[in-house]
């Protein structure tokens, strides 16, 4: 079957570093996902990585391993507003995304 | 990016009655539209998916007469929840993809459907 593995709850200092991990094994692979949501809104989008290394977008920064089948976020200077859920998502071979339940950052001051 | 609307953002509806929920891509057409459900603490799960003109393809457990898609524009998709029962309260997402496999999925900012 195809799984999707990240922590459920993390907690972090505001102004910290935090890595979110995923790792994945999926039937094919066409790309990873890593998306933010608030508490009782939608998805938004964060990164996207086809190929291994890192991919850096202001604070944030995503990495992917597909020997390994793992991906990291990486969340620098951590702020308030940053308490979220992050999901992880991964394009199998039919390109359907297949979804991670989510890792809830919770930030304390 | 590109911006997909849903409407309402939340309802709440009597058991046995039924609910159509709106998707709306508003500055793109989007060929392929994606419906999701999203229970509390859980991850998105995909419902079905649909292509602008073709019956919508459901995933496996969910009841194609009781969720019901209509898609019959590029712009527009509809999914009517009919005789809503309380374990269908739920977070509903829609997304919408311009192309091909390879594009994006935008997300619409999602329906909080409560039925009581």
């Known amino acids: 079957g195809q799984n999707i593995d990240q922590p459920t709850e993390m907690t972090a200092t505001e102004g910290a570093i935090v890595q979110i991990n995923c790792t994945y094994q999926?039937?094919?692979?066409?790309?990873l996902f890593w998306y933010q949501q608030h508490a009782g809104e939608a998805p938004t989008f964060l990164s996207y990585?086809?190929l291994d290394g890192l991919e850096e977008k202001g604070r944030f920064s995503s990495f992917l391993s597909r020997s390994k089948g793992y991906s990291y976020l990486l969340l620098k200077e951590l702020q308030m507003k940053d308490s979220a859920s992050y999901l992880c998502?991964?394009?199998?071979?039919?390109?359907?995304?297949?979804w991670g339940a989510g890792t809830k950052l919770i930030i304390k001051p | 990016g590109a911006v997909v609307s849903q409407h309402p953002s939340w309802v709440i509806c009597k058991s046995g009655t039924s609910v159509k929920i709106e998707c709306r891509s508003l500055d793109f057409q989007a060929t392929t539209m994606f419906w999701y459900r999203q229970f509390p603490k859980q991850s998105l799960m995909l419902m079905a998916t649909?292509?602008?003109?073709?019956?919508?393809?459901?995933e496996q457990g969910v009841e194609k007469d009781k969720f019901l898609i209509n898609h019959a524009s590029l712009t527009l998709s509809t999914l009517t929840v009919t005789s809503a029962h309380p374990e269908d309260s739920s977070f509903y997402i829609c997304?919408?993809?311009?192309?091909?496999?390879?594009?994006?999925?935008?997300f619409g900012p999602g329906t909080r459907l409560t039925v009581t």
């Open positions: 990585n086809v």
């Open positions: 999926t039937s094919g692979f066409n790309g």
């Open positions: 998502a991964v394009k199998d071979s039919n390109y359907q995304l297949i």
């Open positions: 649909s292509n602008e003109g073709s019956k919508a393809t459901y």
């Open positions: 997304s919408g993809r311009e192309g091909g496999v390879d594009y994006e999925q935008y």
